[in-house]
C-alpha cells in the first residue's frame, strides 16, 4: 500500500498512472476489508480531499472517473464510516452529473442538426430533380 499511496501523491504529472494507482488502492480495500484497510483509507481520503481543494482538474483529466469509481468501492469498503468522507466525493459526483446531462443535451442537438440537414438536402435534391423535369 505505501508504493500506492506514494503513486498518488508523487505522480502528478501522469494521470492515468495516478488514476489506476487510485483504483488499485479501492480494490485491495475491497479486498481486504475495513479494519485492516481503515489507516489507509484515511491517507487516501485525505489525499482525495487535498485533490479537490486544489486546482481545478483538466476536462480530459481520467483522474475524476477513477475517484467515483473508488469513492464507490471505498463507501461500500467503510460503510458508515465513510460518512465523514461524503463533502469529498459528493462535489465531483455532482459536477460529473451535470457534465453528463450536459453532453445528451448536445447530442440531442446534434442529432436534431442532423435531421434538418438531411430535411434541407431531401428538399434540394426535389427542387432539382423538379427543375430538370
Excluded at 498518488?8 to 504529472?13: P, R
Excluded at 498512472?17 to 483509507?41: I, N, Q, T, Y
Amino acid at each position: 500500500m505505501p508504493l500506492l499511496l506514494g503513486i498518488l501523491v508523487n505522480a502528478t504529472d501522469k494521470r492515468l498512472l495516478r488514476g489506476k494507482a487510485l483504483e488499485c488502492v479501492s480494490l485491495v480495500g475491497m479486498a481486504v476489508g475495513r479494519d485492516r484497510f481503515r489507516a489507509d483509507a484515511a491517507s487516501v481520503l485525505a489525499w482525495l480531499q487535498s485533490l479537490s481543494n486544489g486546482p481545478a482538474m483538466d476536462a480530459d483529466d481520467p483522474t475524476l472517473g477513477y475517484m467515483l469509481q473508488a469513492g464507490a468501492r471505498l463507501c461500500k469498503c467503510l460503510g458508515q464510516e465513510f460518512v465523514p468522507y461524503l463533502p469529498v466525493v459528493m462535489p465531483p459526483l455532482l459536477k460529473s452529473a451535470a457534465m453528463e446531462a450536459d453532453i445528451k443535451r448536445l447530442l440531442w442537438w446534434m442529432n436534431q442538426m442532423e435531421l434538418l440537414l438531411l430535411l434541407l438536402l431531401l428538399i434540394m435534391t426535389l427542387v432539382v430533380v423538379s427543375l430538370q423535369l
